[in-house]
């Protein structure tokens, strides 16, 4: 399949040396009245500085949400295919697998949020084609053991797609590394979280130059504007700003989860390396309501796998952290 060819990948050049009659564009100009590169060639050798991995290894989404769905478009056969997933985790694989037409296989975590590894290989048939591991791991905050992504990695020959929206809050580093060992392996990251950028949707995928040439072929051509190219380059720039802010998140979660353990109605706090921390309470949906009337908001996953009673709290600000913990505390046991 040919991807389409629009006026900038037919031609592309330098726009102070040439005259662009070509894509039928107003041609007054202001900063945003041409088309956007399509292939955003300057984000991604920013990128690639940083992330230390050849840009022709990265492909990137409007939002890590085009990825995944750009992966199932290009990897799965609808009403034929599977994939795996381990809730509890992030709720956008199923979405995306329902929206496509592919069925949903799912292998609970272990107590302890691990990797159940003998049930995903035991689960693995010739109609699956993804495997979605998310680590650290939303909601429950922890890392997932490297081994066993690693065995799965080895024993599973459809590809396997690591999430790693909060990798820049943990202490283990990166599965990029890994790219070159395990030629099946997909990698996707994010501007929304500690790159602090959300408003932007950008997201990051990381993956054999044969993978990103398959993505690169049914991506829209467009799927990046040029304010989010723009704001996204400013972003990786001050890169050191935004590693400075996640170090005071990281010395605020330890704070605040200290503090959490001191509150009578809070049973556990689960040890987090991502940006948030989840706690197992006395009753999840009086509490949330309590915090609500205060004009607070969390998130409730009482109704997750693994997660009963569940609360999950991102963190915040010291001064924001600080009134979550003052409203927490006023509440009766």
């Known amino acids: 399949m040919s991807a389409y060819s629009s006026a900038r990948d037919e031609f592309n050049a330098d726009e102070k040396n040439y005259l662009f009659l070509d894509a039928n564009e107003n041609p007054f100009n202001s900063d945003y009245n041409r088309y956007p590169d399509p292939y955003q060639n300057a984000l991604k050798d920013a990128i690639s500085k940083v992330k230390q991995i050849p840009k022709q290894n990265i492909v990137l989404g409007n939002g890590s949400d085009e990825v995944l769905d750009l992966i199932f478009r290009a990897f799965c056969e609808p009403k034929e295919d599977e994939i795996i997933t381990m809730p509890p985790t992030y709720g956008m694989y199923e979405v995306l697998a329902n929206l496509n037409d592919v069925k949903t296989v799912q292998v609970l975590l272990k107590e302890g949020f691990q990797i159940d590894v003998q049930g995903v290989l035991s689960a693995i048939s010739d109609k699956t084609k993804l495997i979605f591991i998310c680590s650290p791991n939303n909601p429950s905050g922890n890392l997932l053991q490297i081994n066993d992504i690693k065995t799965i990695l080895d024993q599973f020959e459809g590809l396997v797609v690591i999430d790693e929206a909060y990798i820049d809050f943990a202490t283990s580093s990166s599965f990029i590394s890994e790219l070159n060992d395990f030629p099946n392996l997909i990698i996707t990251q994010t501007f929304s979280k500690a790159l602090a950028h959300a408003g932007i949707r950008v997201g990051m995928c990381f993956a054999s130059e044969r993978i990103i040439a398959v993505l690169n072929k049914i991506k829209p051509p467009y799927n990046i504007n040029q304010l989010s190219q723009t704001k996204a380059l400013e972003v990786i720039q001050n890169f050191d700003t935004y590693i400075f802010q996640v170090q005071i998140i990281k010395?605020?979660?330890?704070?605040?989860?200290?503090?959490?353990?001191?509150?009578?109605?809070?049973?556990?706090?689960?040890?987090?390396?991502?940006?948030?921390?989840?706690?197992?309470?006395?009753?999840?949906?009086?509490?949330?309501?309590?915090?609500?009337?205060?004009?607070?908001?969390?998130?409730?996953?009482?109704?997750?796998?693994?997660?009963?009673?569940?609360?999950?709290?991102?963190?915040?600000?010291?001064?924001?952290?600080?009134?979550?913990?003052?409203?927490?505390k006023e509440f009766n046991s």
């Open 251 to 328: 010395s605020e979660r330890e704070l605040v989860a200290n503090e959490l353990k001191k509150v009578s109605w809070i049973q556990h706090v689960f040890s987090s390396e991502s940006n948030f921390l989840l706690c197992r309470v006395d009753n999840a949906n009086l509490r949330y309501g309590q915090l609500l009337e205060k004009k607070i908001v969390v998130r409730n996953r009482t109704n997750q796998p693994l997660c009963e009673n569940c609360l999950r709290f991102t963190v915040g600000t010291p001064e924001q952290n600080q009134t979550l913990l003052n409203a927490l």
